[in-house]
Nanobody
Framework: QVQLVESGGGLVQPGGSLRLSCAAS????????MGWYRQAPGKQREFVAR???????YYADSAKGRFTISRDNAKNTVNLQMNSLKREDTAVYYC????????WGKGTLVTVSS
């Protein structure tokens, strides 16, 4: 079992930045692929980025060049640095553990608006 808690969401202007964090507890965090996903209003949840236990990273096309995923296995955290935010990035962002994700957090809302 893995428990996940996201934080760092909020309101930001277009072009701004936010850093999301996901704190994990429970099972051995370091063995899991960790990912960030998002769900915009009226849309299905979609993949944003994931990072393997060894640090390999993968991004959705919409995130490439703007978002960076990282993890700290000593602190059981995974982060998502989001730069150059666009209105279409507005969504609830979820942290997921496993590939496919078997454990989910409750999400943190990111609103990109002027």
């Amino acid at each position: 079992q893995v428990q996940l808690v996201e934080s760092g969401g909020g309101l930001v202007q277009p072009g701004g930045s936010l850093r999301l964090s996901c704190a994990a507890s429970g099972s051995i965090f370091s063995i899991y692929v960790m990912g960030w996903y998002r769900q915009a209003p009226g849309k299905q949840r979609e993949f944003v980025a994931r990072i393997t236990s060894g640090g390999g990273t993968y991004y959705a096309d919409s995130a490439k060049g703007r978002f960076t995923i990282s993890r700290d296995n000593a602190k059981n955290t995974v982060n998502l640095q989001m730069n150059s935010l666009k209105r279409e990035d507005t969504a609830v962002y979820y942290c997921g553990a496993g590939y496919p994700a078997a454990y989910w957090g409750k999400g943190t809302l990111v609103t990109v608006s002027s």
